[in-house]
């Protein structure tokens, strides 16, 4: 046996050790924080508190009564729920889905806590679903455009400049042709050309990703602001581009609690369908998906093959730049009616944070976007029902387990192997 192969089975040897402990302090925590729910469940909540979810709206075709919960045995599920998955975690400590096991953690969790804070309300759950969706789809589309560049090798820390121009291009647009579809294709094409812009700085002049990602955020914040004071606020009919409707699915969306929100929305949320599932088939099933996957871990070695790894990572800025514009688009024509200084918000950097917790995966990234959207959405739910309570513990609790995730405390965190690396094609 040589020293290099002994070497290498000693790195795996000790990566396997950290990932198999890594699982059983999580299985630790998940038991602890099981046990704390259980807890309150039996000790701390009067027993006769209910927390009354509104299940359909008002005017709604299918009509439900109110979903009725105890508050002390909705801390006690969540702590079962917590005790199971610490059993399952312990059984298999080095386990990959550990990221899917988080999530139904902090899920239970989270809705228990809800569950508490609003006894004695009547707060809309279906509402509350329908919120989560839309705060969660421009995170989704964030999350996509950055696994486009990421998996080509390249780290694109501009998504939220891309966002915002996007946003004032898809206003000013609209508002200039009089419609806001034509008012989207413009946001597309100026984030496509955006994406572009980066891959010539990243890619031809090799600056330095990081760097170049960071111009183009803080060039984007000041043209916006200086774009919006000097010209939309004085001419405001240039900061009118109109509205994207819903578009309810017949009987689908009147399912009750799932059907308003995964079923009556304007077409940015089938496109999120879409894209989720074209983007998880070419990835994973295609020539395409397999190249650029080759190009993003090692690209000197898919250049001795034939690949054209310039090529590959051009046009995946380009997407990465055109999805990002599309998210910019989103939050104008559906969220506002208007353009406003730095309404991306950080979802570009939301977007790049659901993308490492979901694994690089766009199924995982919509798993994620969802937990960021539903801490949104219960954040804003308590205070339309009037709780008086500090909820941003609710609303950090997603960056919180995000930067523990990076951190490598929990689990395994790999992303393509040459993000961030110079490639010079011979």
Known sequence: MTGARMADETTMSAADRRAHNNGLIRAAIYAAVGLLAVFVGLFRVPADQLTAYKVVFEES???????????????????????????????????????????????????????????GKTPSLVGLMSATVSFALPIVFAGLAAILAERSGVMNIGIEGIILLGAAATSIGGSLLGNPLAGIAIGVISGLLLGLLLAVLAIRYHVDQVIAGTVLNLAAAGITTFMYTRILQVKPDLNQPGLVGATPIPFLSEIPMI?????????????????????????????????????????KAAATIGIDVLRIRYRALAMSGAVAGFAGSYLVVVSTGSFQIGMSAGIGFIGIAAMIFGGWNPVGVAGAALVFGFARSAESRLGTVGVDVPTVFLSILPYVVTIIVVAGLVGRVRGPSSVGQPYEQS
Do not use: C, K
């Not at 312990?90 to 139904?104: D, H, Q």
């Not at 079923?263 to 074209?278: E, H, K, T």
């Open 61 to 119: 075709v299918i009509q439900l009564p109110d979903l009725s919960l105890p508050v002390g045995g909705t801390y006690m599920v969540a702590g079962v729920v917590g005790l199971i998955v610490a059993g399952l975690q312990f059984t298999s400590p080095s386990s990959v889905s550990w990221r899917r096991l988080m999530s139904v953690v902090l899920f239970v969790l989270a809705f228990a806590v809800l569950t508490g804070i609003l006894g």
């Open 259 to 299: 059907g308003p929100a995964l079923f009556n929305g304007s077409f940015y949320l089938y496109a999120g369908y879409i894209l989720i599932v074209i983007m998880q088939l070419a990835i994973y099933r295609t020539r395409w998906g397999l190249r650029l996957r080759a190009v993003g871990e090692n690209p």
